[in-house]
């Protein structure tokens, strides 16, 4: 095999391991932030607790030097730095679920392949009070979404999924509903999903790995609710 077909096999898979290390990423991260949050006062468990979370941070860094490696761009570190950035510090206040009895107004149509990352966030969202339906690609979210005309408030979807993809579903259901709020998410930045000139800038875009935290402000911008 020539040597240039080679490097192009090996940056190829590099991005394929990054991307899906990043699914796994979110799923470690939203968990430990789940446990963190029952963990009272046990200040042995927390500390384990938090050593997983520096460990996920650091993994995250390596996962987006292999994207970085994939594209053969240089590795900007700042990036990185933003994602240590969202973990809340010792003794912050916990984010709580909406009250028994509030009024839940929003549906979110969850389209993801990883069914461990859908489920967590499903169970986020759940606990803030949304209303979730769930797909595993783009095929099966376009013939739910047929079922639920006029009810869907938010499609949060993958990019890169089998059957049907997130930025084609996106495409077909706007031609049903044009004013569809979108929240796109991927383990890849957002200008290689989105390299049209100018465009980037105006899409909702949620980079995995990513927190509960993070999860929950994106969606609540998505849907034109201030900061």
Same mark, same amino acid.
């Given at each position: #095999?020539?040597? $240039? %077909?080679?490097?192009?096999?090996?940056? %190829? $898979? =590099? *991005?394929?391991?990054?991307h899906e290390l990043n699914n796994l990423l979110t799923v470690i991260h939203i968990?430990?932030?789940f446990l963190l949050a029952s963990a009272d006062n046990d200040a042995t468990r927390i500390e384990e607790l938090?050593?997983?979370?520096?460990?996920?941070?650091?993994? @995250?860094?390596?996962?987006?030097?292999?994207? =970085?490696? @994939?594209?053969l761009e240089p590795f900007d570190p700042s990036i990185a730095a933003s994602t240590r950035k969202r973990t809340p510090p010792r003794g912050a206040a916990k984010a709580k679920p909406v009250p028994a009895g509030e009024r839940v107004t929003e549906t979110?149509?969850?389209?993801?392949?990883?069914? *461990?990352?859908?489920g967590l966030v499903k169970r986020v969202l759940t606990q803030r009070g949304y209303r979730v339906l769930e797909a595993e690609d783009g095929a099966i979210a376009l013939r739910l979404a047929a079922g639920h005309v006029g009810e869907i408030d938010l499609v949060l979807?993958?990019?890169? #999924?089998?059957?049907?993809? *997130?930025? *084609? #579903?996106?495409?077909?259901? %706007?031609?049903? @509903?044009p004013d569809l709020n979108v929240l796109f998410m991927s383990g890849h930045p957002k200008e290689k999903v989105f390299p049209e000139p100018g465009r980037a800038k105006k899409v909702p875009y949620l980079q %995995?790995?990513?927190?509960?935290?993070t999860l929950c402000a994106e969606v609540r911008a998505a849907l034109g609710y201030a900061a």
């Open positions: #095999m020539p040597r $240039t %077909k080679r490097l192009e096999e090996a940056t %190829k $898979t =590099a *991005g394929s391991v990054a968990n430990t932030e938090r050593e997983i979370q520096r460990a996920a941070h650091r993994a @995250s860094t390596l996962a987006r030097r292999l994207l =970085a490696a @994939s594209r979110v149509l969850l389209v993801d392949d990883e069914p *461990g990352l859908r979807t993958d990019v890169d #999924m089998p059957n049907l993809g *997130g930025r *084609g #579903m996106v495409e077909e259901l %706007k031609e049903l @509903s %995995k790995p990513f927190t509960a935290e």
